[in-house]
C-alpha cells in the first residue's frame, strides 16, 4: 500500500500561490472561503493531521482554523475583549451606605 502524499493533489495547490492569503486572513470571510476550499480535498486529513503534529502557530489547515498551535472554532477579535459588568454582591451596597 503506497502511502505517499503528493501536495500538488491538493485543492489549494493552484501553482501559483493566489490562495495563500485566504489561509492566514484576519478576515472570517476569507477563513470561511479558505475553508470551503479544502472542503472535498483529497488531502484533508493529512494536512490536518500534519498542523497538529507541527503545532501550526495560525492559519487554515485541513479545514480548521489553528491559533497558537492549536485547533479553535473562530477567529477572537482584535483588541481588549468587551468589558462586562461586574456583579456586585448582594448586601454590598448596604455596608457601602453604611460607611
Known amino acids: 500500500m ?5 501536495w500538488t493533489e491538493a485543492r489549494c495547490a493552484t501553482g501559483d500561490a493566489s490562495l495563500l492569503h485566504l489561509f492566514f486572513s484576519e478576515d472570517e470571510t476569507e477563513i470561511s472561503l479558505a475553508k470551503q476550499v479544502c472542503g472535498d480535498c483529497p488531502l484533508r486529513l493529512p494536512c490536518y493531521e500534519g498542523a497538529v503534529r507541527r503545532r ?7 479545514g480548521e482554523l489553528f491559533d497558537r498551535g492549536a485547533p479553535i472554532a473562530r477567529k477572537p477579535r482584535r483588541g481588549r475583549p468587551p468589558k462586562r459588568p461586574v456583579e456586585v ?11
Open 2 to 6: 503506497d502511502t505517499t502524499v503528493s
Open 56 to 62: 501550526e502557530p495560525w492559519g487554515v489547515w485541513g
Open 89 to 99: 454582591a448582594a448586601g454590598a451596597n448596604a455596608e457601602a451606605e453604611v460607611a
